[in-house]
């Protein structure tokens, strides 16, 4: 099992809730530490707007906990009444992030009973805020969560992976179970992708100078996903018509093989390149080394086409081939984009590389 950031981050918000409402001399100070639990988020940006809305949602809870408790009594029946009408005032309100909270405050102040009902019902409101704002002190000073360096190093390992299965994948060298194993496991670990990049989208920058260089980190991180999830095409694509592929002729598949080969490397050098180990007019190799072009590989293709027609070649599939075909020209031309962002980036702020990445990535 492995323990993150945001599991410490729990438990220390739960620890300094607690603490802060006995040392405030509230009742029941346990209700602030499961206000903590609800309130803690896993950037600073979720933290601040769980915070505006929690807040919201302990009035409207401590306030319909109220009136029902003045009105109604403590019956369980009023309870129930209650928590109905603060769902439903929380979702008109679109606050549903935060109703669990908001049903927190209901139950913990209608369960007072005695002659200082109003006076227990502040305290209870107040040792609820107390929790939701312990939890957000801890996000903004505890372990603060570094997305970028997270975000890459998620990107680079797992295309790490989709190219060396690539690779096996062309050269018929995989087994297919095997192949369907990793692809499941390639898709989990793109959401989690997809998560981080979130993740970092949300982080706030103060200096204008500052927003801008995010703003490129942005575009590039999200072509290099773009990027990525092509590959990861690419290789399901290979996999699904691995019979196929094994029919081709050899000169033909040798081509192709030969072509994603100088693609995945391609790839590789494009995310050194980002980190800052190869020069950024590396790329000007791409548009002079000799290797086939696209207008070629179709020529080739259509001259094959015809060829196994006139032959009468049953065992040759051009239509699931144009499949493969098709998925290495969608992944050569965003290589190509990734590229021309990434050299764009760094002739510009190319000394704003993170140095973690730079260093991590030799």
Request: charged fraction near 20%.
């Amino acid at each position: 099992m492995k323990l993150g950031a945001r599991v410490f981050k729990t438990g220390v918000a739960i620890v300094f809730a607690l603490f802060v409402a006995e040392l405030l001399q509230l009742p029941t100070p346990v209700f602030a530490g499961i206000a903590a639990i609800f309130a803690i988020q896993p950037s600073i940006y979720r933290s601040y707007q769980t915070i505006v809305e929690q807040v919201q949602a302990n009035i409207i809870g401590a306030s319909i906990a109220v009136i029902f408790g003045l009105l109604f009594g403590h019956h369980v029946v009023a309870v129930g009444i209650a928590v109905i009408i603060a769902i439903g005032l929380m979702l008109k309100f679109k606050l549903e992030k935060s109703l669990s909270l908001a049903l927190v405050s209901v139950v913990a102040i209608m369960e007072i009973q005695g002659d200082d009902f109003l006076t227990f019902s502040l305290f209870r409101f107040l040792t609820i805020l107390v929790g939701v704002l312990a939890a957000f002190v801890v996000n903004l000073v505890f372990l603060p969560p570094k997305y970028e360096v997270k975000l890459f190093r998620k990107i680079y390992f797992l295309q790490d992976d989709i190219i060396r299965w690539t690779r096996l994948a062309v050269r018929q060298a995989s087994e297919h179970t095997s192949t369907k194993t990793a692809l499941n496991k390639f898709r989990e670990r793109m959401l989690r992708v997809d998560t981080l990049y979130e993740f970092f989208k949300e982080e706030r920058n103060y200096f204008k100078n500052k927003k801008y260089i995010k703003a490129r980190k942005l575009v590039v991180y999200r072509q290099m996903i773009t990027t990525s999830k092509k590959s990861l095409e690419l290789l399901h694509r290979l996999h699904k018509h691995e019979n196929e592929l094994a029919h081709l002729p050899t000169q033909f598949h040798l081509m192709i093989q030969e072509r994603l080969d100088f693609l995945l490397t391609y790839h590789e050098q494009l995310l050194l390149k980002y980190t800052g180990k190869l020069k950024p007019e590396h790329s000007e190799w791409s548009t002079h080394i000799d290797y086939i072009q696209r207008n070629q590989l179709m020529e080739i293709f259509i001259h094959q086409v015809t060829y196994a027609h006139q032959e009468g070649d049953t065992e040759f599939s051009s239509y699931h081939l144009l499949y493969i075909l098709s998925r290495i020209l969608d992944y050569e031309e965003n290589l190509e984009h990734l590229d021309t962002l990434i050299v764009s980036y760094q002739s510009y702020h190319g000394q704003e590389i993170n140095l973690e990445i730079e260093e991590e990535f030799i």
